[in-house]
């Protein structure tokens, strides 16, 4: 059996450089084996189509299907301060590009 080294180019979080960011400053890629990247607003069907967008663009960057462990939904509906918390929980290996390397290394 031959081990294949694979080189990564990635920033200081562990994620892969050219991976598409969430566009609004509300959203963001968390920091766990299973990253979860996050889409917060006060309406659920405005965070919902953010997700959406995000992942058809990341699925896009990375050439396959993104590996999405679970979705996550947290929100607080009390008068005054509702909001909605979309959780996708990625693969980090995807979102640090490594199917992008791996076809790269084999042509």
Known sequence: ????????ELDDSGLAPSLPAPA???DQVQDVPYRPVEFRDDDLPTALER???WLRQA???????????AIH???????GS????VKVLCNEEDLAGVPI???????
């Open 101 to 107: 390397a791996l076809r790269n290394s084999s042509k």
């Open 24 to 26: 609004n400053p509300r």
């Open 73 to 79: 939904l947290d929100y607080d509906d009390r008068q």
């Open 1 to 8: 059996m031959t081990e294949q080294t694979i080189h990564l």
């Open 51 to 53: 997700c959406a967008v």
């Open 82 to 85: 509702p909001y909605y918390d």
């Open 59 to 69: 699925q896009e960057w990375l050439g396959e299907p993104l590996d999405v462990l």
